[in-house]
């Protein structure tokens, strides 16, 4: 358990009770959050889960979040959904899709709000 005890647990925003969870980490924390306003004026009830620390990760902090959403979309800066596949190996916990973005450029609210809406039409 050693590092685990000293694990820093991500930082919930949004609605308290969300349908579609936002699964964040580093620097897309502020386009995350305002994607989730966004999202949220078109009905859907948003929350965004953001790890500033993806290692060592400590479950019992952030699952009943995870659960407790009916989708889950990782928003991760890479090709491959790093993060989610991390998540997944730690925890068994799979999500329901990602936005990924592995051009060099910064993600914004406006990217992820489009990403997250052809996933939805897309499911």
Not at 32 to 44: K, V
Not at 96 to 111: C, H, I, K, M
């Amino acid at each position: 358990n050693g590092l685990r005890s000293e694990a820093v647990p991500p930082r919930f925003t949004g609605h308290k009770d969300p349908d579609l969870l936002l699964v964040c980490w580093g620097s897309t924390q502020g386009a995350a959050e305002e994607a989730a306003i966004s999202l949220s004026c078109g009905g859907w009830k948003v929350g965004v889960l953001h790890f500033s620390q993806v290692w060592p990760l400590a479950p019992e902090q952030f699952m009943s979040r995870l659960r407790g959403a009916k989708e889950v979309v990782c928003v991760e800066g890479n090709a491959t959904g790093q993060f989610a596949r991390l998540l997944r190996g730690e925890t068994g916990f799979t999500v329901s899709g990602a936005v990924l973005r592995y051009d060099g450029l910064p993600f914004t609210a406006d990217f992820i709000q489009k990403g997250v809406e052809s996933w939805l039409i897309k499911r």
